[in-house]
């Protein structure tokens, strides 16, 4: 199969439904050969099954493509460093890594327990590190070795993590790290010739489809604002060899949309030249923020 992605391999975690499903589809049609990940577990994370995963890879070798199933559990490091094995031992390189494996459990914040907080921070930070780190490993020996690398980190945020999101507060944390994760690597990584971006995506899933429910019926145009199919393009993309010269910025997308996000920088400043009392602090702090640009809203607020 032809098109922008010819020859790459790719891991896409996370890949048995939804928006990673889609990624894997749409990699394998622009002819990458695809490991599809996925647990197989519940919208909270519980339970797992193969099955979502293996009918992902016989939709890509129906339509003449390349594809092998995994199951590992993204946040397990020895899982993870098996998940990249298997790209290598199946296709004999890795290119490309989409992380996109996570589930919510959602909860106002005082309600939030100690075991939700971690399960949720678990799964997508570190199932976002774990795999990154194992594939880092093998892109910069490839690169000390004197190899061309010309690899792809794409990660997954949120606009919860952008701007917060009532209800989700492990969650939004978790997706806010990964953006900040996220430009961190494409500045260490530019050496071994490895970009990162992320992406914040909008799309009807089953972890979305209460919030887009409005939107179930295809409009009579056929074209679906919130199908999860519509964010694949940009991932794609952003995994082709066309990007190299894009690392260290997260999009946002949805339906026909896109967007960079412009993320913290610093803002208005005074300077006193000297340590401030705090009696000094509230009409400093009323100064700057009369020349600061108004936060964004919280999601749900």
């Known amino acids: 199969m032809d098109g922008i992605c010819e020859g790459r391999v790719v891991i896409v975690t996370g890949a048995g439904r939804g928006i990673g499903r889609?990624?894997?589809?749409?990699?394998?049609?622009?002819g990458a050969k695809v490991v599809v990940n996925d647990l197989g577990a519940e919208l909270d994370g519980s339970g797992g099954s193969s099955g979502p995963a293996g009918e992902v890879v016989e939709e890509i070798r129906a339509m003449g493509g390349q594809a092998v199933a995994n199951g590992a559990d993204v946040?397990?490091?020895?899982?993870?460093?098996?998940?990249?094995?298997?790209?290598?031992?199946?296709?004999?390189?890795?290119?490309?890594?989409?992380?996109?494996?996570?589930?919510?459990?959602?909860r106002m914040f005082v309600s939030t327990s100690e075991d939700e907080w971690d399960a949720v921070i678990r799964v997508h930070m570190k199932g976002h590190f774990c795999t990154?780190?194992?594939?880092?490993?093998?892109?910069?020996?490839?690169?000390?070795?004197?190899?061309?690398?010309?690899a792809r980190i794409i990660n997954t945020s949120s606009g919860a993590g952008l701007q917060g999101s009532v209800g989700q507060a492990a969650y939004s944390a978790a997706k806010a790290g990964i953006a900040a994760l996220t430009l961190v690597q494409a500045v260490e990584l530019r050496r071994y010739g490895v970009t990162a971006n992320a992406i914040a995506p909008a799309a009807r899933t089953r972890m979305t489809e209460a919030v887009f429910a409005e939107t179930m019926a295809k409009p009579e145009s056929g074209f679906d604002e919130m199908g999860p199919d519509n964010i694949a393009p940009l991932v794609?993309?952003?995994?082709?060899?066309?990007?190299?010269?894009?690392?260290?910025?997260?999009?946002?997308?949805?339906?026909?949309?896109?967007?960079?996000?412009?993320g913290w920088r610093q803002g208005p400043e005074i300077d006193k030249g000297a340590r401030w009392d705090a009696a000094e602090i509230g009409e400093a702090v009323t100064g700057l923020l009369e020349r600061a640009m108004e936060p964004q809203k919280v999601y749900g607020s």
């Open 22 to 30: 889609e990624h894997a589809l749409e990699f394998a049609r622009q």
């Open 75 to 106: 946040a397990d490091w020895e899982q993870s460093g098996a998940l990249v094995k298997t790209a290598l031992d199946s296709f004999g390189r890795l290119d490309v890594v989409v992380n996109n494996a996570g589930f919510l459990r959602d």
């Open 132 to 150: 990154s780190r194992h594939a880092c490993s093998y892109w910069r020996a490839q690169s000390k070795a004197g190899e061309q690398v010309d």
């Open 236 to 262: 794609v993309w952003l995994g082709s060899t066309e990007s190299r010269e894009i690392s260290g910025r997260v999009f946002e997308v949805a339906g026909g949309r896109l967007s960079i996000a412009d």
